[in-house]
């Protein structure tokens, strides 16, 4: 284990110390806490002042600035403790800062760039506005635009009018990035860095907020502008490249942000453990329960909703460790983590929630998590890199990628894409993102995988060669689309078959991961059993008939589902100790600085 990986875990282990027991009731940042704030619709004040005093913001800051950023995958792995707690607090005081600084980090002057870093690193809040991308007929009032001033209190600078109605933390952020309309055509938008305190009162509007379904400790709110003057040095990057910079940053923000999600669904499945074995349907009770198919019904739900948490968190470390080992094709895979996670996940917390009956409605108790996260995993989907936008980054490249490479004589071998430790990253080089990818490793790895000679004992070779006959399928499919892709938005083909290629990457992604370890040394993750389940499901998914003697592997996973609960260890490709163990992290509960107060702001 490198010296970046050890620091990576020390700081994850500080962070779940902070946290502490989750389960315990005087934890004044442990669930009951968080359900309590939920309920009320506001943040967690003590959780929030934890996050401060821990510097959750350096986490957002690239290491040259005085911040701890050096890889994507490790910014995911530590924000993603703060979503087993919360998402609305990952959100709120987490990830949104990082959806505004990263448009400076790609595209910022010096200055704006050490802006940024000092009012991160002195713990306040950003705010990004991006633009519709796909906006309905509600366009024209719900977009901002800048005209350009050459006199007045903004000489050489813009004039800054327009609302937007929903923003994450804009009453409270120190500085917004804008995507203003200053012109037409291709170069429309320019992105504009502003410091709220240096905004002249009068021409700033706070609008209401709004009360989401999900996430709803987020303080979520609007912001009119009315010809409100921006000097000229606001301007990030060139005039009227906004949209182009956005598309290359959604490379790195659509794999983040579910990568980090993915918390959330480790804490679903852990409370839907915790009833099971509660109620003795699994574990050491579950042999004195009458009702088989209950029994069988219970297990499966489990390592299902297991398997699937695992496909997941591979797909988001591919997506993520791209952005640094081939940034031309990340967008690809960013793209296809944003849709496909959180649907993924959020079928599965409805299959989970089966499990626990009439205690999914409860409001406080053992199990009350469970419905609140069931609410705040489909928000992570939504946005101006939601679903629908992610399909149309997708969508137009396919037939390109069917025909030049999407074969194992196109393959190039990327084993970093699927490395678990935080060593050995090339720094980010946000410059080389591209809006279209030049290439796809990951499913040209599977070409190469399927056309391999099986080694002695590899026993997932069928079913690989299986998914990457559905890769072969595909091509064929993405034959029949416009060639250059210009109509394949408006094929209904296009749909589905975007939806098809998410999971060939998921399965592949889930290959590489297995044969990484492999070679990396024992463990979990080194054997069959997983990748065997996780192909399974994929090609279940895809509709893809299984061999008949696919052997049943519930029995092992359901051991280590329990192992895991036993002995508070992630769901996740990590394994991380958690809070609430013998021995491990924070077992002592929170500090007593956060005991001090559990207040919501």
């Not at 009350?368 to 399909?391: E, H, Q, W, Y």
Request: proline share 6%; net charge negative.
């Amino acid at each position: 284990m490198g010296e970046q990986e050890q620091e990576v875990r020390r700081r994850v282990a500080e962070l779940e110390r902070g946290f502490g027991d989750p389960a315990d009731a005087d934890n004044p940042v442990g669930v009951a806490a968080f359900v309590a704030a939920d309920i009320r619709g506001k943040p967690l004040a003590a959780a929030e002042r934890l996050l401060e005093r821990y510097g959750l913001n350096a986490e957002f800051v690239p290491r040259d600035l005085g911040g701890r950023l050096t890889g994507l995958d490790t910014l995911a792995r530590v924000t993603r403790v703060v979503f087993r707690r919360d998402a609305a607090l990952g959100l709120g005081h987490g990830i949104t800062s990082f959806l505004a600084a990263v448009v400076v980090w790609a595209a910022g002057s010096p200055e704006q760039r050490r802006t940024v870093a000092r009012l991160l690193l002195t713990g306040r809040h950003l705010v990004s506005a991006y633009p519709e991308l796909a906006a309905g007929s509600s366009f024209l009032s719900n977009e901002l635009t800048a005209t350009a001033d050459g006199a007045g209190d903004a000489p050489g600078g813009f004039r800054l009018s327009g609302r937007k109605e929903a923003l994450n933390n804009v009453e409270r952020a120190a500085a917004l990035v804008l995507f203003a309309r200053t012109g037409t055509g291709r170069h429309s938008h320019s992105a504009l860095l502003v410091e709220r305190d240096a905004l002249p009162a009068g021409r700033v509007t706070a609008l209401p907020r709004h009360r989401t379904s999900g996430i709803r400790g987020c303080q979520v709110a609007g912001v009119e502008f009315g010809d409100c003057p921006v000097p000229a040095d606001a301007l990030v990057g060139e005039p009227g490249h906004g949209l182009e910079l956005v598309l290359r940053i959604f490379s790195v923000t659509r794999g983040v942000g579910p990568s980090a999600a993915l918390g959330c669904a480790d804490t679903a499945l852990r409370t839907a453990v915790a009833c099971a074995v509660d109620r003795g349907v699994v574990g050491d009770a579950a042999d004195d329960v009458t009702g088989p198919q209950r029994l069988s019904h219970a297990r499966s739900t489990l390592t299902g909703a297991f398997v699937d948490l695992l496909l997941c968190d591979c797909l988001a470390l591919v997506a993520t460790r791209a952005v640094h080992l081939v940034p031309e094709d990340a967008g690809l895979y960013a793209a296809a983590v944003k849709y496909l996670l959180p649907q993924l996940l959020t079928d599965t917390s409805y299959e989970l929630s089966t499990l626990l009956g009439a205690d999914f409605h409860a409001r406080n108790g053992a199990y009350a998590a469970f419905r609140k996260n069931v609410r705040d995993l489909p928000m992570i989907g939504l946005g101006a890199a939601g679903s629908a936008a992610c399909r149309a980054t997708v969508i137009p490249q396919l037939p390109r990628l069917a025909r030049t490479v999407w074969c194992a004589s196109a393959a190039t071998t990327v084993d970093g894409l699927f490395r678990l430790e935080a060593d050995g990253l090339p720094p980010l080089d946000l410059g080389r993102l591209s809006p279209a990818a030049g290439g796809d490793p990951l499913a040209a790895s599977l070409a190469l995988a399927a056309d391999a000679p099986a080694p002695e004992g590899d026993r997932p070779a069928e079913l690989v060669r299986l998914l990457a006959g559905e890769l072969a399928l595909l091509r064929d499919g993405c034959a029949g689309l416009d060639r250059d892709g210009r109509s394949a938005l408006g094929d209904p083909r296009g749909h589905a078959l975007a939806e098809r290629y998410a999971l060939i990457l998921v399965g592949a992604a889930c290959l590489g991961v297995w044969r990484h370890q492999q070679s990396a040394g024992t463990g979990f993750l080194a054997r069959p059993e997983w990748l065997e389940a996780a192909l399974a499901r994929v090609l279940r998914r895809l509709g893809t008939a299984l061999p008949k003697a696919t052997p049943d592997h519930e029995e092992p996973l359901l051991a280590e589902v329990l192992a895991r609960y036993r002995e508070h260890r992630s769901y996740d490709l990590y394994d991380t100790p958690l809070a609430g163990a013998p021995g491990a992290p924070g077992a002592s509960g929170a500090d007593q600085e956060a005991r001090e107060g559990g207040e919501e702001r």
